[in-house]
């Protein structure tokens, strides 16, 4: 495993991370409820996993750099304040945990809301929305993402 010297993290005691983990510099990672990192996971710089809710990232996935993972995230309805210098009381705030198969791949800039499962081998292409469920070894592009394509599963 190796972390890089300047990675922000917050709740270490939540954090669990896998033997031949690569953490880059300039990271954010979030233990919130939970954040569990799998083996030889690659995990770019300006990374961010953050929201306060769990989160699960498989074996071999990739997050490319500036990716973010949301766990959670102010509810704008109207119903509470939306600032995190509020007291907690007063706030209304979503979470939900994000799940990332193995051997999944997060691109450049993409982000994956709150709630939200990639499968095992699913491909976000840089810069695109995950809004909903991906399914398996699926290549998906777009904001909000679809799938454009298939990629071959591994093994």
């Given at each position: 495993?190796?972390?890089?010297?300047?990675?922000?993290?917050?709740?270490?005691?939540?954090?669990?991370i896998g033997a031949g983990t690569r953490v880059a510099d300039?990271?954010?990672l979030q233990g919130g409820a939970g954040l569990r990192i799998g083996r030889e996971v690659e995990i770019g710089p300006f990374v961010s996993v953050a929201g306060g809710g769990r989160s699960e990232i498989g074996d071999g996935a990739i997050?490319?750099?500036?990716?973010?993972?949301?766990?959670?995230?102010?509810?704008?309805?109207g119903s509470g304040l939306t600032n995190p210098t509020v007291p907690d009381d007063l706030r209304a705030v979503m979470r939900a945990g994000v799940r990332i198969g193995a051997r999944a791949r997060i691109g450049a800039n993409a982000v994956v809301l709150p709630g939200r499962s990639v499968a095992e081998?699913?491909?976000?292409?840089?810069?695109?929305?995950v809004g909903h469920d991906l399914e398996p070894w699926t290549l998906y592009a777009g904001r909000p993402?679809?799938?454009?394509?298939?990629?071959?599963?591994?093994?």
């Open positions: 495993m190796r972390i890089g010297e300047r990675v922000l993290i917050v709740g270490a005691a939540a954090i669990e300039d990271v954010f997050l490319s750099p500036g990716c973010r993972v949301l766990t959670g995230t102010e509810v704008v309805d081998g699913a491909v976000v292409a840089d810069a695109a929305l993402c679809r799938p454009v394509g298939r990629r071959a599963a591994e093994g």
